[in-house]
């Protein structure tokens, strides 16, 4: 198997991610601190035109699944006209499996999903992203205008991420749009038949990295 087989990217099974795609995890770090801004303006999120997809799938094999969860409640701060910070809530209850027809496994997916195993959604119904720093930086070949960095918290761990994302401030309102990007989900301990953990089967095999496209959009 050659390099890049090694690198495809998701989480399936029990949450399998989309098979065959080349997006890495983005890097973590410790997390950093949020500016106060107390002079910026708050726009609040449109939950009925935000969207949070995840993808993913086994590392070795074609298993693969697409889903959403909601945003629970969310704003961004706005200084002259730009975007310099924001805080969105994720109501991890409302994980959603789109292409698996059969009612009964769609349940089987998704309740797994929510359980220790993966999110510990009863223990960590919630989880966190919020904006540490906004840069002006295109990227010609993602098609993106900046890099947002900020705390992800999940399971209770936080870790500062950073991912290229396209900003738009105007006066129909705010819109962060990110193009897939992957975190690995063993850095907030979800390590159910991950690469750490001894013993598992190739086949069996659950990338470590998860797969996230984010659409976020708020009124001015």
Request: charged share 20%; net charge negative; aromatic share 8%.
């Amino acid at each position: 198997m050659n390099i890049k087989s090694v690198f495809l990217f998701a989480f399936s099974a029990a949450i399998a991610w989309s098979c065959g795609s080349n997006t890495e995890a983005v890097e973590t770090s410790e997390a950093q601190e949020v500016p106060a801004y107390l002079s910026a303006t708050n726009a609040s999120v449109d939950l009925n035109a935000s969207t949070l997809q995840w993808k993913g799938f086994k590392t070795y094999t074609n298993d693969s699944h697409t889903g959403t969860i909601a945003i629970q409640e969310g704003e961004f701060k706005l200084e002259e006209g730009k975007l310099v910070g924001g805080r969105f809530v994720i109501d991890m209850n409302s994980i959603v499996c789109k292409d698996l027809e059969d009612e009964t496994y769609n349940a089987k997916l998704v309740n797994h999903l929510k359980s220790d195993d993966f999110f510990a959604v009863d223990s960590f119904p919630t989880a966190v992203f919020e904006i540490t720093n906004v840069v002006e930086e295109a990227n010609m070949e993602k098609g993106t205008t900046h890099i947002i960095s900020g705390n992800l918290t999940i399971r209770g761990i936080t870790k500062n991420i950073s991912f290229p994302a396209n900003v738009t401030v105007d006066k129909n309102g705010v819109s962060l749009s990110a193009p897939e990007f992957g975190i690995n989900r063993t850095q907030f301990n979800v390590m159910f038949r991950s690469s750490g953990i001894a013993g598992v089967l190739k086949d069996q095999l659950i990338d470590d990295n998860l797969l996230l496209t984010i659409n976020v959009n708020g009124n001015i």
